[in-house]
């Protein structure tokens, strides 16, 4: 099973400022296979990101996501009130099981 | 518009067993792999279980396998999660997620989620 550590846990940013979130994981996913989900309170995950750098439909392109191997990260390149959430990456090269992070909470500073 | 509605969830005693349900509409439904995915409260994200298309394969997380057994009748485009020997760690937001044609990959529309509560 491959485990996925993000870091930080917490991120505390302000408006317009840029998000660096890092995924980690245990041993290589193939084909980079890898998506990042955005959750806000009370709500159920949106997909922003698959394939460690394809935006979902509609994802604005502020978002980003590049690495591969083991290190991935999700880039927010200036954050709007809307982005203050909790992010999970979620790998799907090796399967199953389909293992997520244990999340990233990006608050305001 | 792809709509995913849970129902079942509820609070139940340890031993007993559940089924859920997930309503879905706005897409083909037998042509897609589905998923249950659970957030434990204040926790993140957990598997459970998907299957494929036409309900010929199925896949469980280790933590349930052997007492939740996953299914889907595509003639009433629902999807199903029947859960025996509830334990307390099972206690959750059960969510219905719809994947993409490859199975077991990722989850691109998800439904509000459903609350399982194993309590005595």
Known sequence: EIVLTQSPGTLS???????????????SVSSSYLAWYQQKPGQA???LIYGASSRA?????RFSG????????LTISGL???????????QYGSSPPLTFGGGTKVEIK | EVQLVESGGDLVQPGGSLRLSCAASGFSFSSYAMNWVRQAPGKGLEWVSGISGTGGTTYYADSVKGRFSISRDN???????????????????YYCAKGVPAFLHYFDYWGQGTLVTVSS
């Open chain 2, 75 to 93: 003639s009433k485009n629902t999807l199903y999660l029947q859960m025996n020997s509830l334990r307390a760690e099972d206690t959750a937001v």
């Open chain 1, 57 to 61: 439909t509609g994802i604005p392109d």
């Open chain 1, 80 to 90: 709007e009130p809307e982005d203050f959430a909790v992010y999970y990456c979620q």
């Open chain 1, 13 to 27: 940013l302000s408006p317009g400022e840029r998000a660096t979130l890092s995924c980690r994981a245990s041993q």
């Open chain 1, 66 to 73: 590049s690495g591969s191997g083991t290190d991935f990260t």
């Open chain 1, 45 to 47: 995950p949106r997909l």
